[in-house]
């Protein structure tokens, strides 16, 4: 695929778009694909970018969906909400953040900000995921990071592409306070929610390693590290879903999508075991689409601005 005619025109689209649980039972599964050292992978040509794309993602306005969400948690379904964000953003990939300003070294990445909130029993739980994946859809994400919020305490993760994946955490259990190390390159589950709003025809099927959600990792106290999983893709009426099986790990996601750009997510389900020992059982977490709006919502800071949260059913 060509590259796009000049770098300038990208810079210019890019600088309008914008700016866990108490008991620490843990299971470690195996048959699990091995961590070794990867090379530094090399960056495919770049995607050219459609003028559809352009219009879409490049409009100064973020995409927020509102989800009402079953979520599985120590044996139980539990009702709350969920959300996804996605927006255009430069980035910088050697420091991996967000450029401020337009820099020549910046990569234009559709970032997903992801957000869960559900009660267990009293206490509530708030979980909020980041991922920042290159729009010319040429490589693996640019960064993913994980936080997790409860009464128990919080817990943070992060993981970054450099030469290899780069994994650094922070907990309050025991056995993993701080953590740090290096792994093999491979698929994110993370990511495939970024790739499917770029190109879902380059979703990866078949036999696949794959490293997990990084909320599943830590929710289920299971190692960081590629998985086994079988990948599949098939459309009706309209709609996409994408399937991805962990047969060690006992679990299955399922997401759904528009067949047609912008490719809209417009539920998922996740089915796994919940709760720990004799108690697991195995349960779906579930989300479905309320609403979605176009906005640019850091403008919308103001008491008056309440009416849209009603709006998106939270």
């Given at each position: 695929m060509k590259p796009l005619s000049s770098a300038k025109i990208l810079v210019s689209l890019v600088a309008f778009s914008l700016l866990g649980a108490c008991n620490d039972n843990r299971q470690k599964t195996d048959g699990s694909t091995s961590s070794t050292p990867s090379k530094e992978d090399t960056p495919k040509p770049r995607a050219t970018i459609s003028d559809e794309f352009k219009a879409y993602w490049y409009a100064g306005e973020a995409e927020i969906t509102s989800?009402?969400?079953?979520?599985?948690r120590y044996g139980e379904l539990r009702d709350g909400n969920a959300v996804l964000?996605?927006?255009t953003e430069p980035f910088l990939p050697q420091e991996q953040v967000k450029a401020n300003n337009n820099n020549p070294e910046s990569i234009s990445v559709l970032k997903l900000n992801a957000t869960k909130k559900f009660l267990t029993g009293i206490y509530?739980?708030?979980?909020?995921s980041s991922t920042f994946y290159p729009v010319?859809?040429?490589?693996?994400?640019?960064?993913?990071?994980l936080s997790v919020q409860e009464w128990c305490?919080?817990?943070?993760?992060?993981?970054?592409?450099?030469?290899?994946?780069?994994f650094t955490s922070h907990s309050y259990f025991e056995g993993e306070a701080d953590q740090n190390f290096s792994m093999e390159k491979v698929i994110l589950e993370n990511e495939i929610?970024?790739?499917?709003?770029?190109?879902?025809?380059?979703?990866?099927?078949?036999?696949?390693?794959?490293?997990?959600?990084?909320?599943?990792?830590?929710?289920?106290?299971?190692?960081?590290?590629?998985?086994?999983?079988?990948?599949?893709?098939?459309s009706k009426e309209g709609i996409t879903t994408y399937?991805?099986?962990?047969?060690?790990?006992?679990?299955?996601?399922?997401?759904?999508?528009?067949?047609?750009f912008p490719y809209s997510i417009v539920s998922w389900e996740e089915k796994f075991k919940s709760g720990f020992g004799s108690n697991a059982k195995t349960l779906t977490t579930s989300a479905s689409k309320i609403k979605t709006l176009k906005t640019a919502y850091w403008k919308q800071n103001e008491n008056k601005n309440l009416v849209l949260r009603d709006s998106l059913g939270l």
């Open positions: 989800y009402k969400l079953e979520q599985a964000i996605y927006v509530p739980y708030s979980i909020m010319y859809d040429n490589q693996h994400a640019l960064k993913t990071s305490g919080h817990v943070y993760s992060q993981l970054n592409n450099r030469n290899q994946f780069e929610w970024t790739k499917i709003r770029i190109n879902p025809e380059n979703l990866p099927t078949g036999e696949i390693s794959i490293i997990p959600s990084l909320e599943y990792l830590r929710l289920r106290h299971q190692e960081v590290k590629p998985y086994n999983a079988i990948a599949q893709i098939s399937t991805i099986s962990y047969p060690n790990l006992e679990r299955n996601l399922m997401i759904n999508f528009t067949t047609n």
